[in-house]
C-alpha cells in the first residue's frame, strides 16, 4: 500500500489441515503461513526447557546450552482467534516484525465500518467473535508476520488445504496486501529457534470489501 492513510486488513483463519509445516501471513500491512511433514505457519516461541554444562579451569568457564524443540501440532487444525492473546499473536502462535512494530489485534471486524450504509469493510466477524486485524493509519507501510505453530501431519498428508477467510477493503485509491508463506522448519538447538526459507503461496493484492473464503492446496507434506 503506497501513499496510504488508513491501512486496514482484516483476515480470520478458519481451517487449516496439513503434516510437519510452518505458515506466516503477511501483509502490506502483511502476514505469513508455513506447511509439509515438519510444516509451520510462522515461528511458534513457547516455553522450553534449557540443560546447562559448566567446564571450568583456572582461567576460564565456558558455558554450553541446548533448547529442546518444542511439541508440535498436529492436525487437523482450526483456529477462530477467539482464545487468549499474548503480545501480538494468538497464544501458540509467533509473530515477526518485517518493517515497523505494528501488532495483529484481536477484533471483531474492521475498523471504520459504518452500519447505516454498510461501508468501510465487514462490520464483523464471519463467524461470529473475532477475527485477526492489520491496521495502521499512517504512511509508514508497516509489515508484520502472524505465525501459525509447527504442524506435524503424522500419516495425514493427502490432500492437504489451507482454508481462511479474509477481506481487505480498497480506501480512496490505496490497497493493501496479503501474502501466504510456508516453509520447512529446522530446529536450531543452539538458539532455540526454528529456521527455514519462506516460500511464497498465494498473494491477494486486490480489492475485498468483504469476507471471503479462500483454499489453497498445499505442498505434499514431507516433500
Known amino acids: 500500500m503506497k501513499n496510504g492513510l488508513k491501512k486496514l486488513v482484516c483476515m480470520m483463519c478458519v481451517l487449516m489441515m496439513f503434516p510437519h509445516f510452518n505458515f506466516a ?58 482464545g487468549p492473546w499474548t503480545g501480538g499473536a494468538p497464544t501458540n502462535w509467533g509473530k515477526e516484525f518485517v518493517s515497523g512494530t505494528t501488532n495483529w489485534v484481536q477484533y471483531n471486524g474492521c475498523l471504520y465500518y459504518d452500519e447505516e450504509s454498510g461501508t468501510g469493510g465487514p462490520g464483523s466477524s464471519p463467524a461470529g467473535g473475532y477475527n485477526a486485524l492489520f491496521y ?37 485509491g490505496d ?26 503461496l498465494e498473494s491477494y493484492t486486490e480489492d475485498i470489501p468483504d469476507w471471503i473464503q479462500s483454499t489453497i492446496d498445499l505442498p505434499s507434506p514431507g516433500s
Do not use: C
Not at 499512517?138 to 479474509?166: C, V
Open 175 to 200: 490497497q493493501d496486501s496479503l501474502y501466504i508463506y510456508y516453509r520447512i522448519p529446522v530446529w536450531d538447538s543452539n538458539a532455540g529457534v526454528y529456521t527455514g526459507i519462506w516460500i511464497l
Open 25 to 82: 501471513d503477511e501483509t502490506k500491512i502483511k502476514a505469513y503461513k508455513t506447511p509439509p511433514n515438519n510444516m509451520q505457519v510462522v515461528t511458534n516461541r513457547t516455553e522450553i526447557e534449557h540443560t546447562e554444562d559448566q567446564i571450568s579451569n583456572a582461567n576460564e568457564t565456558i558455558l554450553t546450552s541446548s533448547v529442546d524443540e518444542p511439541a508440535r501440532t498436529s492436525i487437523p487444525f482450526t483456529e477462530n482467534f477467539n
Open 136 to 172: 495502521q493509519e499512517d504512511y509508514s507501510e508497516p509489515e508484520t508476520r502472524l505465525m501459525t505453530p509447527i504442524f506435524d501431519f503424522g500419516a495425514k498428508t493427502a490432500n492437504a488445504k489451507l482454508k481462511f477467510y479474509h477481506a481487505q477493503k480498497e480506501w480512496g
